[in-house]
């Protein structure tokens, strides 16, 4: 039986998207070349291996089994033809990252430009999202999270500032009007505004000094999904709707502009910095390890040490 690798490939895309037109975003095929090289794929093994409706598609039983023992195979191909890359002037391909919607804010920017200037033949497909998916279930190479989201048997590398700090602030009519709070406990008396993960999880609001840790459960007129509605809770709280709790790096174009004033500052919370992780138990695709390679070498250009910066 001669089944077509691409017809495969399609079916591992649209299965793991969940749809074809998602699989389309994704691949940057199209959904009609899909569904026919599923369709194709389905004639040629006599069994329907994805389940559509006009809302949804899912693997059937025989689709899962395929898909599981598909991914393995089908990254170790990708490794052999990675070979051959390695032998180009300049690495080609895709390098697929999964990231949390911060680091595509505030670390990707001052990377990303440099880096597809310097390989033109590298197409760079970035994810960003906070659900903490399994980077390789979701077709990436490679992923970046935080030291405390990071998967067993992976290896990490530094990326972006390594020294970070959770920030307070509100805006200077808003202060003026409610009082600046001295104590974080004085926070249980503001309006605060607040972020919760796609997972129903709030973070808590953590502040240190001097050994001490405070966690303050607050509460506030507003609350946003982490990550793609952030910059909503940042607005209001520009607009003087009350106090956030954010990276600083989110919101240090505010403190310079005067829109928003630091809050607690001595109280701020030092965490380290975030680190992209990969698989080491297979071959690092060529397009990985040129982005490897250039964000070793280009750290301390890009990511000079924050640790003394102040808002100021």
């Not at 009609?32 to 599923?38: C, N, R, T, Y």
């Not at 926070?187 to 502040?207: D, I, K, N, T």
Request: aromatic share 8%.
């Amino acid at each position: 039986m001669k089944v077509d690798l691409n017809d495969l490939h399609a079916f591992m895309t649209v299965a793991r998207a969940g749809g074809f037109r998602d699989g389309a975003r994704a691949s940057g095929a199209s959904p009609s070349g899909l569904s026919e090289a599923v369709s194709r794929l389905e004639t040629r093994l006599g069994v329907r291996l994805l389940n559509r409706t006009t809302r949804s598609v899912a693997a059937t039983e025989a689709g899962e089994r395929l898909l599981e023992r598909l991914g393995p195979v089908m990254s170790e191909v990708e490794a052999a033809l990675d070979v051959v890359n390695g032998f180009r002037d300049k690495p080609a391909g895709t390098l697929r990252l999964n990231v949390p919607v911060s680091a595509a804010r505030l670390v990707l920017p001052a990377i990303v430009p440099d880096f597809l200037a310097a390989f033109p033949d590298i197409r760079l497909e970035v994810i960003a999202e906070d659900s903490f998916v399994d980077v390789l279930a979701a077709g990436c190479d490679a992923g970046i999270r935080y030291d405390e989201r990071l998967e067993q048997d992976m290896i990490a590398v530094p990326i972006g500032p390594r020294v970070q700090r959770f920030a307070a602030a509100a805006a200077p009519v808003y202060l003026d009007r409610r009082g600046r709070p001295e104590h974080p406990r004085d926070l249980l008396h503001h309006a605060c505004l607040h972020g919760r993960f796609s997972s129903g999880v709030m973070p808590a609001w953590e502040f240190e000094r001097d050994g001490e840790v405070v966690t303050v459960d607050t509460t506030g007129p507003l609350l946003v999904s982490v990550g793609t509605a952030t910059d909503l809770a940042v607005d209001a709280a520009v607009a003087g709707t009350g106090i956030i709790y954010l990276f600083e790096d989110w919101l240090r174009p505010h403190f310079h502009s005067g829109a928003l004033e630091p809050v607690l500052e001595p109280w701020w919370e030092r965490f380290s910095g975030p680190f992209l992780y990969y698989p080491g138990r297979r071959l690092v695709p060529a397009p990985l390890r040129a982005f490897i390679d250039f964000i070793k070498n280009s750290a301390p250009r890009l990511f000079p040490d924050e640790s003394e910066q102040s808002s100021e």
